[in-house]
């Protein structure tokens, strides 16, 4: 037999009814009552879970069961339903590519397009003739333009590229890999479990730091369909180490009649290496490599939304567009509104200014200064009596598992809250509205304006005092 005690807060848990009846006299009329009933069962449930687990008589001290009580944590519950569950947030972080902030931040025009497309659009509808139309025919142009591929396919993430291209190019079969790029990507990407699941069997060559031609030419055999080459986006192995261009592996394959894929990770369509960043390579550039299937995100370098990007060889292409798998894994008409204009913006308009991604990454160094002091003078103006406030010359990331060697000058606003605990302002900063989000580094909180918006700054200081 229980506890006495235990006995005792059971026979005190109030009735459905009862907390009912308290939460519609504290407002609860405005929620559905199948809801709040619901809500209210809920509560109920945790609070005897509570009592049933507690170890002991002290651990209940602070329980509350309550009508007046349980009805306030239902209509809390419901209150936190009806809220955007996605918030804005703002990026002080200074890290580009904030895979857990949403990646990319998307052009105006890009934003413009998924607005537009949002209703009815003529997503698979060619509207000269009436007829059915394809959805990639609205980004396919422009991919091939831009990129110099024959033909190109969309897909949700490059993940699901992946997936679809070695479902198609070699279900059943082998595929050769270096073992120094079997990697894993945002902790749930790894090539030999997109691999397995596209039914293709891995066969690894080289070793973690060598692989050389020799190593792939000797793994061929009648079962080879593919030879895929990974780009290792997020780390880099240095010192004594070797690996096979794709240009070598495009010779290999040519000479014994196997197609080469590489999956490239980021995607970056122009040159940034005269700012300072890394020396990626190109899509265009490994297009011309000659490579058959190339695959790469939307919404890394590229700055676009969300997306899995197929380019290459018409002939390829055209068996991957026939893949069932395809009519799992294709993108909404948002997604494709997004990329068309974030696309649109390299081949006619002004990248390195319109398309946030690379207007970040490039951003002088004197515009980075004059933004932090000028956001320093306005929190030191308005909050003397709360914040202390320095500038500090730091450096910011790219991000997105791109370019994990690049750190990109920055100067950032260091900040210390003069009353407030450090972790609790942070919390406080975090579940605002809007949400603040900077870069914790020892007693300091830093902003770095290079992720902040220019019309962003006069809320970063509303956020703060
Ligand atoms: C990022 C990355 C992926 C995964 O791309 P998602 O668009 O996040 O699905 C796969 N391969 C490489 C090399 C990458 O860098």
Redesign the pocket.
């Known amino acids: 037999m229980a506890e006495n005690w235990r006995q005792a807060y059971l026979r005190a848990l109030p009735g459905v009814d009862v907390v009912l009846a308290a939460a519609r006299r504290a407002g609860g009329e405005r929620f559905p009552h199948q809801l709040l009933v619901g809500a209210v069962q809920e509560i109920i449930g945790s609070l005897r879970r509570q009592i049933l687990q507690a170890a002991s008589r002290e651990e209940l001290d602070e329980f509350n069961s309550t009508p007046e009580a349980v009805a306030e944590r239902a209509l809390a519950r419901l209150q936190q339903l009806r809220q955007p569950s996605l918030q804005r947030v703002i990026n002080a972080t200074g890290t580009v590519l904030h895979?857990n902030l949403g990646r990319a931040r998307l052009a105006e025009a890009a934003k413009e397009a998924m607005q537009r497309a949002a209703g009815y659009c003529n997503l698979e509808m060619d509207l000269p003739s009436g007829k059915r139309g394809l959805r990639h025919a609205h980004v396919e142009r422009l991919l091939t333009a831009l990129t110099g591929a024959e033909a190109a396919c969309v897909v949700n993430?490059?993940?699901?590229?992946?997936l679809l291209a070695l479902n198609t190019l070699a279900a059943g079969k082998k595929v050769i890999v270096s073992r120094g790029e079997l990697?894993e990507?945002?902790g749930s990407?790894r090539?030999p479990e997109v691999m397995a699941a596209g039914g293709a069997r891995l066969v690894e060559v080289g070793t973690t730091n060598k692989t050389h031609y020799a190593d792939y030419e000797q793994a061929v055999d009648e079962e080879t369909a593919l030879l895929l080459k990974?780009?290792?986006?997020?780390y880099r192995v240095v010192g004594y180490t070797a690996a096979v261009e794709v240009e070598e592996l495009v010779e290999l394959g040519r000479s014994v009649g196997l197609p080469v894929m590489e999956?490239?990770?980021?995607g970056l369509l122009v040159d940034l290496s005269a700012f300072g960043l890394e020396r990626e390579p190109l899509v265009a550039e490994r297009i011309a490599t000659g490579v058959d299937v190339l695959?790469l995100?939307?919404?890394?370098l590229l700055g676009g939304p969300?997306?899995?990007i197929i380019l290459g060889k018409r002939a390829f292409l055209e068996r991957i567009k026939k893949n069932q798998l395809l009519r799992a894994l294709r993108p909404d008409k948002i997604t494709l509104a997004a990329l068309e204009a974030t696309l649109q913006i390299y081949l006619f308009g002004d990248p390195l200014r319109e398309i946030p991604v690379l207007a970040m990454l490039t951003m002088p160094k004197d515009t980075l200064k004059r933004r932090a002091e000028r956001l320093a003078a306005a929190l030191h103006e308005r909050a003397p009596d709360s914040l202390t406030v320095a500038v500090w010359e730091d450096y910011s990331f790219v991000g997105?598992?791109?370019m994990p060697l690049t750190r990109l000058p920055t100067f950032v606003v260091a900040l210390r809250h003069k009353k407030m605990p450090q972790a609790e302002w942070v919390r406080k900063l975090r579940t605002g509205t809007p949400s603040l989000i900077g870069r914790v580094q020892d007693d300091w909180l830093l902003l770095d304006p290079r992720t902040i918006e220019v019309a962003e700054e006069e809320v970063v200081v509303a956020c703060l005092t």
Do not use: C, M, R
């Not at 999956?263 to 980021?266: C, V």
């Not at 995100?297 to 890394?300: A, C, I, P, Q």
């Open positions: 895979t993430n490059n993940a699901a590229a992946v990697v990507i945002g990407f090539i990974v780009h290792t986006s997020n999956d490239l990770g980021s695959t995100s939307g919404d890394k969300q997306a899995g997105g598992g791109a």
